[in-house]
């Protein structure tokens, strides 16, 4: 009764902030294989990365077997084998992500699509539009992607995006699975926050503060601005003031473009043969240039990396000077970085091609000496491969290379 009438003043004290909530699906591709078949639900279950090569989502069930993430099927022995092992289905995810992040726009038009199993949704204002408190909104949230999904999701509520995502982690543990960081619970919640649960501490970040005798998110906020901004700048004042609960970066329902597209894989076998690495990447760069195009932007840097079988890697990069999502224009860059990286002595286990620097179809700029008949027949052809995919499955059109064994 007490901890629910603290909520309840807690509840009256957010009413004079924003209030942004953060959305993560529990185990999500685990999750959508469930809803696609219920007959693996309760049951341990494991969804492997592309080719079955490690574990990247594992039920509750499978982490209690004692699966690790990021496993590799090697390693799977004993108790573990009783685990259900699927290959992942990444188009099934993104239709499920699709159906979540669709139900969270019908409470609210700001939705920011954090990730394919994340968003942040800002409610601010609802309270009196629902006549409840935000904790019972979000619990409404939480049934109604669990009715329309089938998908089940951890809901963190604070006045800030980083104090929100630190309620979600501790939703993850609760039954109810919805947990709100008041403002007075912003302090005691901040001292048993250790420094690298942050949202957006990595490792360096986090090995500096260390260093500095700084362990936890409440002794990061009570250094003085000025140290903060000596040592890591504006983002960490920033990270200071929305850990205090003040927000700093509002929810956002612009479109946000990626910061890369990355397409890796493992050879078959090892290799020096350049033909059969130019296979590889050209597989790769259909790949990306599809997922270009799904976002409606164009790159203007092309990279590409060797593996070698003594895990060395060789990587080489080219800016253009016209940004393009044309496969047969990437796939020439990517030959001509090959050139410069390939050495036929040696043998090589993996390949990537990154894509970077994007802008949106509407904002790439003409240069004065574009000659628009040719851009407007490579938008045409690429239209097409996209359109004969759509129609006769992935992966149905290559260019220049026949794809096998890649
Ligand atoms: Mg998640």
Redesign the pocket.
Known sequence: MLEENKNISDNVDMARKHIIALV???S?FVSCEQAANPELKGKPVCVMSARGQCVISRSKEAKRLGIRMGMPYFQIEGQMKKAIFINANHELYSQMSQKVMSVLKTFSPKVEIYSI??AFIDLTGLERLYHRNYLEIAKMIREEIQIKADIPVSIGLSSSKTLAKLASDKAKNLDEGVYLIGSRKIIPVLEKTSIDEIWGIGKNLSAMFRKNGILTAYELVSQDDLWINKQIGIHGLEMKHELLGEMVSPVSDEVKLPKSIQKTSALAKFTSDKNYLKNSLNYHIHRACVKLRKINAKCKGVSIFLRTKDFKVFCEKKVLNKSTDFELEISDIVFELLDKVYNSNILYRSTGVILDNFVFNNEAQMSLFTDIESDDKKEKLSKCFDKLEEKFGKDIIQTGFIKKDV
């Open positions: 993560d699906c529990d999500f199993d994340e």
